[in-house]
């Protein structure tokens, strides 16, 4: 019996057991902080960089424990549920609460959508040359097919290898010289400034780091391997799985987001070492920030960032197409999951399909989705606040977390996130106004 109880505990896995058990517990938590480095964070950690220098990469270590709390509540969230952000919202909460909540999502998600594939038709003609707008028709139509086309194990194992993309600013900062010591001290000694420029930089590289779109993508991700392996249950009806799924969760969320935070502080460092030190501190688009490092730290190094952002983008898109349409299709009750084939959720997969073609039109329209970068993660940053409170009343609500509430811990760093990103964006407005 004790041996049958053991059995039981551990949580049933969608990947191959003769895999190394490190490999088999990354998946959601991993693509999702993989994801976080689009480029549109590729041109806010730029931004930042290039305007403030080593002073603000304090930042990066500051948002870690934050985000490793809101994400690792989202994936407890939807594994104990079953169901994603917004099916919960709609199940437990106000309706007015959820359109809200949906929509603002759709439309950052869209606007980032867009900046997105304009950022990587702008890489790839630097690489290549050629037309700009046909890149950006070409990605969105790769982006949208690949979910729609793929099967959910075959995609989920392409958008794990498209994360080694983000390797490509570790090599950027062996390539330029650094100096590590006003790095280091850049990066643990915080350093403020009075100036709103400075607080719109800060709130960016918060909304860069702490998503809602993440949030939405690895509660549903969870919801979804649910579906996908039969042996999984939900913990509210599996509770013997929980502590099994719990450690993964935490696993897969501690290295995915440190991930996303080490590329994060590798391309500020690359930026303030090349970029700030020569006097460049105005950059609105990662393509750009790959244009100017050309002269300065070389080719080499201009091609590994313009490379890198191609890459990136190939997992960013889907994910943030994927997560709006997950928020629409739960919030209407309507079938969805990638697992799903499209005959048989087609309002999920026309959410997705819309979203990126949207994107990607953005593109054709006066809206300069190159300046759309920047303002896409302070819009993140702002909508981020109410999508937070909403997912840490869930925490400690008995008809949605069952046996498995977060603990007292998790709670207060994601209910001290919450208010980072609150007070952040206040001070943000009041900067601007006065």
Not at 45 to 56: C, H, K, N, P, T
Not at 91 to 101: E, G, S, T
Not at 204 to 226: K, N
Not at 309 to 334: C, F, K, M, Q
């Amino acid at each position: 019996m004790a041996n049958a109880a053991a059995t039981r505990s551990q949580e049933p896995s969608n990947t191959r057991a003769n895999k190394p058990r490190l490999i088999r517990m990354l998946g959601p938590g991993l693509i999702t902080g993989a994801s976080d480095d689009d480029p549109s964070g590729i041109g806010t950690y730029s931004q930042a960089g290039a305007q403030f220098g080593f002073s603000i990469s304090w930042t990066l270590l500051f948002s870690y424990p934050l985000m490793v709390a809101i994400q690792q509540i989202s994936a407890q969230i939807g594994r104990t549920t079953g169901r994603g952000i917004a099916a919960n919202v709609h199940q437990h909460y106000p309706n007015w609460l959820l359109q809200v909540i949906v929509g603002l999502l759709l439309v950052a998600n869209t606007i980032n959508i867009g900046a997105d594939l304009g950022a990587m038709g702008d890489a790839l003609k630097l690489l290549m040359g050629g037309p700009h707008l046909l890149y950006v028709v070409l990605f969105g139509a790769l982006c949208a097919a690949l979910q729609v086309f793929m099967k959910y194990r075959r995609y989920v194992a392409v958008l794990k290898w498209l994360t080694v993309a983000l390797f490509a600013y570790f090599g950027t900062v062996l390539v330029v010289r650094i100096p590590w010591s006003e790095a280091i001290l850049g990066f643990l000694i915080p350093t403020f400034a009075p100036d709103a420029a400075f607080w719109t930089t800060v709130v960016a590289v918060l909304g860069t780091t702490i998503s809602p779109y993440l949030f939405f993508w690895q509660a549903s991700q969870e919801a979804e391997d649910i579906r996908a392996v039969r042996e999984r249950k939900p913990l509210v009806k599996a509770p013997q799985q929980g502590p099994d799924a719990l450690e993964r969760i935490r696993l897969d969320t501690y290295i995915g987001m440190a991930f996303s935070n080490l590329v994060g502080l590798a391309i500020m460092i690359t930026t303030a070492a090349t970029l700030n030190v020569n006097g460049i501190s105005d950059i609105q688009s990662s393509s750009q920030a790959a244009e100017a490092l050309r002269p300065v730290a070389g080719p080499f190094a201009f091609a590994l960032f313009a490379l890198g952002i191609v890459g990136t983008g190939l997992l960013a898109v889907p994910v943030l197409a994927g997560s709006a349409a997950y928020a629409v299709s739960e919030a209407g009750r309507w079938p969805h999951g990638l697992y799903r084939k499209p005959s048989r959720a087609k309002a999920f997969y026309a959410t997705l399909t819309l979203a990126t073609m949207v994107g990607a039109a953005i593109n054709f329209s006066p809206v300069n989705p190159i300046k759309a970068l920047y303002l896409s993660a302070v819009i993140n940053g702002v909508v981020a606040v109410p999508v937070m409170m909403t997912m840490m009343h869930m925490t400690h609500n008995p008809r949605i977390m069952g046996e498995f509430p977060v603990s007292d811990g998790l709670r207060l760093v994601g209910w001290i996130a919450t208010a980072v990103m609150a007070l952040a964006a206040l001070i943000m407005v009041v900067t601007m106004i006065a």
